[in-house]
């Protein structure tokens, strides 16, 4: 028998004190993390099971050390009365033991001589971020003939869950489903965790035209409306409540429904006041920028929804350099679409770039400063029609571009197609591919059946492809100039096959989102520059303004660079390699202190080559007893969203190096870094890799030491292809050292 309502609560906290004071004994499930282990969420459930609660334990494979281990948490579970284990992947990177997936330890679960009495599954409506939907199905086609019921993930859209639910008993799949909802919880929080486990599309469902700030205001709400679409439903068995420790407040309001009540406004008093809003609120309660992102438990910058691999990730990279490759940009950047007579002038008064010549079927990599001439972020942004324009990239510039449009003197309007991590809706507005490689015109030739238009670096044009209209940008990422290709959503997979169709003789491989980020390293451009936001008197209605559960208020700073001050991470257009976008040809936000900053910087960007015997040392300490290097991971290295490792010379600090990962093309380890003026190419300088102190609190560091790897300073672009290939001007000719 499956209990119809179950209370999630976390293995820390207040959880356990609340379940203590309970009038009533329930179903509770406790939830286990990198950071705290199997171990502690056993001890927890055990206590709890003391009280007289029925418990579900959470058995996250990747987090069980061995057969050994599994023994150990079953035998607890039967001798402590836990009658009920969710069995989960997990979040442990890498797996603590032999277990990378829960469909590896199903099995063992299911035939062992101490198996609970009920055993549950995860299902998720809205899909995973890292795990294509065709998986997700793959999986849960193995799981259920093992299991007793599904429990979906978090969920705000009822209508996602019931299409998901006739969608699996189509084929054959017909365990009961506990339908996972939030509890009564603080909004912040609320969002804060969602976003941090995968949730998204249903994100969006709440969502309205103002952005993340309206979710704030209608998150109180959304349990009452879920429960009211859903309860009706005979295919739900019945509900999981996220809690998120708020057991009390979502007890009390369960009974309230199930009495008939009809609050609607449930959150206290206490948490409406007390639950910060904004990034200035979570500034003012952690008490330093610095603080509240070294200790975000977010982790790198997320790449969705797409393959992990299509072949394997070395051939994807030689692919880009030596053939063709595919690229699928889909879903990891936000799209904002400005439209308005205003819309030129407001991106001319925030941008450093000149404007004087930017006309429809143009483009340009905008970048905007903060007053202090520190860069905020940097997108594409695309003139796609008289009036109309749209910002490509991670959000920092969009948000900037959003606030002074909504409480400035514009005439505009803005649609905001957010990224799928945050919202993954299934269905962006449009599709983004590129085509890259040297093979790519003879590629996209095939695939339109007639000779392409010529198109200027960075002008578009529209070709056809499968039938479709489909706008192609002159650009290039991975070293050597390509296609930008996007159009509507709907043709996105009839476009994506005849390009894969066309590209087959001419070597041409999809890349996948293992090493998408990687081709960067070879090409030069620093995807993840700190947001120069979080200081000044004159920013702080934009602070007060930026949501709490934004990317600037969530993203993670991680690396052996350690200041107090947050502004020592602050990049210039100098550091960037952006002075040559910077034209005092009009008046603009920064533009003052960049005027200061004028002639060559004292820093500049490099690309740094890792010296490969001392990465081989790092890696050789796992399999050494003691604390070992901080993983490295390949072909991606970031373990943050803000990298900062430092560079040493003499002992001496000389620069930060950032976004790091592996070339399989220069058989290299390779990071793009800032260094001092005066350090010249060649000179050997020393990285240390890991965080002090043995690592932060983030779920993604492991315990380790620091160790020191040597690296060369060396030209950026690091790509020879990609420094004399691209068109006469452009800041990859000109930031060559």
Not at 126 to 152: C, M, N, R, S
Not at 556 to 566: E, N, V, W
Not at 602 to 630: H, I, M, S
Request: net charge negative; charged share 25%; with cysteine.
């Amino acid at each position: 028998m499956i209990d119809p309502v179950h209370f999630e609560i976390l293995p820390f906290g207040k959880g356990e004190a609340e379940a203590a004071e309970l009038p009533e004994r329930v179903r509770l499930t406790v939830t286990c993390s990198p950071k705290h282990g199997l171990d502690e969420s056993i001890g927890t459930a055990t206590r709890l099971r003391a009280l007289g609660h029925s418990v579900t334990l959470h058995l996250a494979a990747r987090m069980v050390r061995g057969p050994d281990h599994l023994d150990e948490l079953l035998a607890r579970m039967k001798e402590n009365g836990i009658d009920d284990a969710f069995v989960i992947g997990g979040d442990a990177t890498p797996p603590h033991g032999p277990y990378a997936s829960s469909v590896e330890l199903l099995p063992i679960i299911h035939d062992h001589p101490r198996r609970p009495v009920t055993v549950g599954i995860g299902g998720y409506p809205e899909g995973h971020p890292l795990i294509d939907d065709a998986a997700l199905a793959e999986a849960l086609a193995q799981k259920a003939p093992l299991a007793d019921y599904v429990t979906t993930q978090l969920c705000f859209d009822p209508g996602a869950v019931l299409r998901w639910i006739e969608g699996i008993r189509a084929t054959g799949i017909d365990l009961p489903v506990l339908a996972g909802v939030p509890g009564i919880v603080d909004p912040t929080k609320l969002l804060e965790i969602s976003m941090r486990v995968g949730v998204g599309p249903s994100l969006s469902f709440l969502r309205k035209q103002r952005g993340l700030r309206n979710l704030l205001r209608l998150s109180g709400r959304s349990a009452d409306r879920l429960y009211d679409a859903l309860s009706s439903s005979e295919e739900i068995a019945g509900f999981h409540f996220y809690t998120f420790n708020r057991l009390r407040d979502t007890w009390e309001w369960h009974q309230s429904k199930r009495a008939g009540s009809h609050r609607l406004s449930v959150p206290t008093k206490e948490v409406t006041e007390m639950a910060p809003t904004s990034l200035e609120d979570k500034l003012q309660a952690a008490g330093s920028a610095v603080e509240l992102a070294r200790n975000s438990q977010i982790g790198p910058y997320v790449y969705p929804a797409v393959a992990a691999e299509f072949t394997n990730w070395r051939d994807e990279q030689i692919a880009w350099r030596e053939t063709a490759a595919l690229f699928d940009q889909s879903h990891h950047m936000t799209d904002l679409y400005i439209e308005g007579p205003d819309a030129i002038r407001l991106l001319s008064d925030l941008g450093v770039n000149s404007f004087e010549n930017f006309a429809v079927n143009k483009a340009k990599q905008f970048v905007c400063c903060n007053p202090d001439g520190y860069v905020i972020g940097d997108a594409i942004l695309f003139y796609l029609g008289e009036n109309r324009l749209s910002l490509v990239g991670r959000p920092s510039a969009h948000n900037w571009v959003q606030y002074h449009g909504e409480t400035g003197d514009y005439d505009i309007t803005f649609d905001r197609d957010e990224r799928t991590a945050v919202n993954p809706t299934g269905k962006r507005k449009l599709y983004r591919f590129q085509v890259q490689g040297p093979n790519a015109m003879q590629v996209l030739e095939k695939a339109v059946g007639a000779p392409l238009p010529e198109i200027k670096f960075f002008n578009m044009d529209e070709i056809t492809i499968a039938g479709h209209t489909v706008r192609a940008l002159h650009h290039g990422m991975s070293g050597v100039p390509g296609r930008e290709l996007f159009g509507p959503w709907e043709d996105a997979e009839d476009v994506r096959a005849a390009i894969v169709e066309a590209g087959e003789e001419f070597g041409l491989k999809q890349v996948g989102s293992r090493v998408y980020a990687t081709n960067t390293l070879e090409s030069g451009w620093i995807p993840c520059p700190l947001p120069a936001v979080f200081t000044g008197d004159d920013m702080k209605a934009y602070r007060e303004w930026l949501p709490a559960n934004g990317y600037e208020a969530t993203g993670s700073l991680g690396g052996s660079f350690y200041a107090d001050d947050i502004s020592d991470y602050y990049l210039t257009p100098h550091d960037l390699g952006y002075w040559g976008f910077v034209k005092f040809d009009h008046d603009f936000v920064g533009r003052e202190a960049l005027e200061a900053m004028d002639g060559e910087g004292p820093r500049r960007k490099v690309t740094l080559a890792w010296n490969g015997e001392d990465v081989a040392a790092a890696l050789q300490t796992l399999f050494e007893k003691g604390d070992p290097a901080k993983y490295i991971d390949l072909p991606l290295s970031n373990y943050s969203t803000w990298p900062n490792d430092k560079l040493l010379l003499d002992g001496e600090q000389v620069g930060v190096s950032t976004f790091s990962g592996y070339s399989y093309n220069e058989r290299s380890m390779l990071s793009l870094g800032v260094v001092n003026s005066d350090v010249e190419v060649g000179t050997e300088v020393v990285l240390v890799w890991g965080e002090e102190a043995g690592g932060s609190a983030k779920p993604v560091v492991e315990r380790h030491r620091q160790v020191e790897i040597r690296a060369t300073v060396s030209p950026v672009p690091y790509s020879e292809v990609a420094r004399t290939s691209y068109a006469e001007g452009s800041w990859r000719q000109k930031a060559t050292v």
